[in-house]
């Protein structure tokens, strides 16, 4: 199956915490930081998750912000230091590559953002990701 989300990591279900209707999944990626994903109890049972299963995370670059260091006392369970290997700006809007430990992540932010950031290849970034924007795949 061919996607048009660019942001693929694949990792193995460290464990599965489940709620009423939705659960929280976590992930060790294969570059080996830890990831999040906030999925429904109905995509866990479908999919047959469980601990050690190979999984790929999804995430759209529009869900993807972008800091320039790591940050406390936030709720985004996510945040995956990198580097920025590259930057196209339009108009209004910027994709931004970045390498992450064992991958690569494409963000889509705007071009104002990549200016206050002060963004250039080379530049280390924290990619900022909430778990409930993290789709899994089995691999």
């Not at 193995?12 to 999040?36: C, F, S, W």
């Not at 995430?59 to 993807?64: D, Q, R």
């Not at 709720?75 to 994709?95: F, V, Y």
Request: glycine share 10%; charged share 15%; proline share 4%.
């Amino acid at each position: 199956m061919t996607l048009s989300i660019r942001n693929q990591l694949p990792g193995t279900i460290t464990a599965i915490t489940p709620g009423e209707v939705m659960a929280t999944v976590k992930l060790r990626l294969n570059g080996g930081q830890d990831l999040t994903a906030a999925i429904t109890l109905e995509a866990v049972e479908d999919l047959g998750l469980a601990e050690g299963t190979a999984v790929k995370a999804l995430v759209k670059a529009t869900e993807i912000s972008l800091a320039t260091a790591p940050i406390d006392g936030l709720s985004i369970r996510n945040q995956l230091p990198g580097t920025i290997t590259g930057i196209a700006t339009g108009g209004a809007m910027a994709s931004v590559k970045i390498a992450v430990e064992g991958g690569a992540l494409t963000a889509a932010i705007t071009r104002d953002a990549t200016t206050d950031l002060a963004l250039a290849p080379g530049a280390p970034v924290v990619a900022l990701v909430k778990a409930t924007e993290v789709a899994l795949k089995t691999a």
